[in-house]
């Protein structure tokens, strides 16, 4: 009580305190939950050997696939070794076609178009002798491939970060066959497009939930900026 009301006489204590956070940039922010979305996923599933693959749609600059690369050495060091291999898809080149469910104002092709060489040299030597691969293209080229044909045997951790429904259902349709009990699923961007519950991630995930009810979710935790990561409970 002696603390609030020394606040309710001193405005300035708000003022300066309010000050301080608007200056974070939000990008910052945003990128930060996603680091520590990561960093939960791959804690809990190498406390509950859940092992296998960490799959990655929409890689971009490398930002969120060399932090899981870096953070797992870490977690193998505190738990064992989680025999993890690391898989990123993307063009590189953005969204390619877009349809009318998908258009979004901020999620345009010359946003996510990135220089391909430098990206992939900056992978290289943030993977400290970790095994991954890049696969480049777009997804309905890449992903209507099976998970064989990479070599991915089981899902640990799939970062789902490719913005728009569309990419979405191949990206789960891609790793149906690879769920274990215990996959937690982190759906980056699920609450854009003003919470429309027929676009997005969001749908995409609804779609794919009714369309394969043997295989349940749970909730695992939310993080970032309206990201959810879902666990695989019962498959
Ligand atoms: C938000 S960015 C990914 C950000 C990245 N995970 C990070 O944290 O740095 C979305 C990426 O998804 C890719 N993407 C979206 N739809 C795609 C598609 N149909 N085929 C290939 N790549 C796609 C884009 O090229 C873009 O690089």
């Known amino acids: 009580m002696k603390l609030l009301n020394f606040i ?13 956070i608007s200056l974070i940039p939000t990008y910052l922010e945003f990128t ?25 749609f929409g890689v971009f600059t490398g930002s969120s696939f060399n932090f ?5 050495k870490k977690i193998d060091k505190l738990l064992g ?3 993890c291999d690391f898989i990123g898809f993307d063009s590189f080149e953005g969204f390619g076609k877009v349809g009318d469910t998908d258009d979004h104002p901020r999620f345009k092709d010359d946003t996510f178009s990135v220089n391909e060489e430098k990206v992939l040299k900056n992978i290289k030597k943030n993977s400290n002798n970790q095994e991954y691969q890049i696969i480049k293209g777009f997804f309905h080229s ?6 064989e044909d990479y070599k991915i045997q089981k899902a640990r951790v799939v970062l789902v970060d490719c913005d728009l ?34 676009k997005g991630e969001y749908a995409a995930f609804e779609e794919f939930k009714k369309n394969n009810p043997n295989i349940k979710f749970r909730q695992a935790f939310e993080y ?11 498959i």
């Open 8 to 20: 309710k006489n001193n405005l300035f204590i708000q003022n300066f305190f309010g000050s301080l």
């Open 32 to 56: 930060l939950g996603k680091y520590i979305g990561i960093k939960k996923a791959l804690y809990i599933t190498a406390h509950d050997k859940t092992f296998g693959s960490y799959i990655e």
């Open 68 to 72: 899981a690369m870096k953070v797992n």
């Open 81 to 83: 070794d989680s025999n």
């Open 142 to 147: 890449t992903l209507s491939k099976k998970p």
């Open 165 to 198: 429904k569309e990419p979405t259902i191949l990206a789960l349709n891609f790793i149906k066959n690879i769920l274990q009990k215990g996959t937690i699923i982190l759906f980056d961007d699920y609450i854009f497009y003003k919470g429309d519950k027929k």
């Open 224 to 234: 970032g900026y309206g990201s959810k990561a879902f666990i695989v409970s019962e």
